[in-house]
């Protein structure tokens, strides 16, 4: 054989065994995330990339990033839709611009507890959120719960009146916005990784977020009043880059699709108890002191952001809202 076509016979073998290799690599699903992995969503992740593993070995391996290590809020939307991470768990409010319903999670005192918000999300009306952005790129998976919000400041919160004048860190959600304004409050918006600095500097002085997140980023050591105002739903929608995970072999996207509703089921089996111990772990600090709203204070509190309901009643969708609060009667 002449020289030529041995060296042409072994270019071949080498792309052949290349490309034999290439589709033995298991396929690299990168996880990011924002928050302490001690919190139900990082245990979520954690769990996740357990499973697919001992599940899919070879197949596909899971890389988890916690704690705003791979992107911050600000970035992880960008990198989801490029391709740069396939998962990522962010609140409602960070999609707020592919679909104006998910909003629906924003409205303060809306749910009456976790158990309610549960029956909602769980409904033919709250699934279909999921499905509502695939035309954008994204694919809702799960919700993922987190526990109720609490309201945090370095002054007693009890009546409406008592936020008044407060610098309120709020997400990047115009609503969330209206309703702090509506509580005579200012608001600003600020990325979770810089939540804890804006406290300790005064950039501002009140914030609220689920008690998982409270205790794991350590405003305890910042906040001096805890309100336990159980105002809104502390959530997460789980979601994929819609072209990578519909693009995955069937049999792989089959078992994966059976592990995020495994995996969904115990992050909101666990989150209330992981809330109840990061309270406890609060109180242990004795740091702060917690402030419990009586029924009628807490109706006050509802009362005070009804014009930021209307204000955006039209864009969650007045059917929505309705299902919502039918939630809190179906026991």
């Known amino acids: 054989m002449s020289k030529p076509r041995i060296r042409a016979l072994f270019c071949a073998l080498s792309l052949l065994f290349a490309g034999f290799a290439q589709a033995?690599?298991?396929i690299v699903i990168k996880f990011s995330?924002?928050?302490a992995e001690s919190t139900p969503k990082g245990q979520g992740a954690l769990l996740f990339k357990k499973l697919v593993e001992e599940r899919l070995?070879?197949?596909v391996t899971v890389e988890v990033y916690p704690n705003s290590s791979?992107?911050?809020?600000?970035k992880e939307m960008e990198a989801l839709l490029l391709g740069d991470v396939q998962l990522i768990a962010p609140a409602p409010t960070k999609l707020e611009q592919y679909t104006k319903k998910l909003q629906i999670f924003d409205l303060m005192f809306l749910f009456d507890d976790m158990e309610a918000a549960t029956r909602f999300q769980n409904s033919p009306k709250g699934r279909a959120l999921l499905t509502s952005m695939e035309d954008k790129g994204i694919k809702g998976l799960a919700y993922w719960l987190n526990g109720m919000r609490?309201?945090?400041a370095n002054q007693p919160l009890r009546e409406p009146e008592d936020a008044r004048g407060l610098k309120f860190r709020v997400q990047p959600s115009n609503l969330q916005a209206a309703q702090f304004q509506a509580l005579n409050a200012v608001p600003r918006k600020m990325a979770m990784a810089e939540v804890y600095q804006g406290l300790q500097t005064g950039v501002v002085n009140a914030?609220?977020?689920p008690w998982s997140n409270i205790y794991s980023q350590k405003y305890f050591e910042v906040q001096k009043y805890m309100t336990e105002s159980d105002h809104a739903i502390g959530n997460y929608v789980l979601i994929a880059n819609a072209n990578f995970w519909n693009g995955l072999p069937d049999d792989i996207r089959g078992e994966l699709d059976k592990i995020v509703e495994e995996v969904s089921l115990e992050?909101?089996?666990?989150?209330q108890a992981l809330n109840d111990k990061a309270?406890?772990?609060?109180?242990?600090t004795g740091k702060s002191e917690i402030i419990e709203l009586t029924p009628e204070q807490r109706a006050a509190w509802r009362e005070a952001v009804q014009p930021a309901w209307k204000q955006y009643e039209a864009e969650i969708g007045p059917d929505l809202i309705e299902a919502a609060l039918a939630a809190n009667k179906a026991h």
Do not use: I, M, W
């Not at 791979?70 to 600000?74: A, C, E, M, Q, S």
């Open 150 to 152: 609490q309201l945090t």
């Open 24 to 26: 033995q690599d298991p």
């Open 267 to 271: 992050v909101n089996r666990q989150a």
């Open 70 to 74: 791979l992107y911050g809020d600000g």
């Open 33 to 35: 995330h924002v928050v």
């Open 207 to 209: 914030q609220d977020n």
């Open 57 to 59: 070995p070879g197949k």
């Open 279 to 284: 309270k406890q772990g609060v109180v242990a």
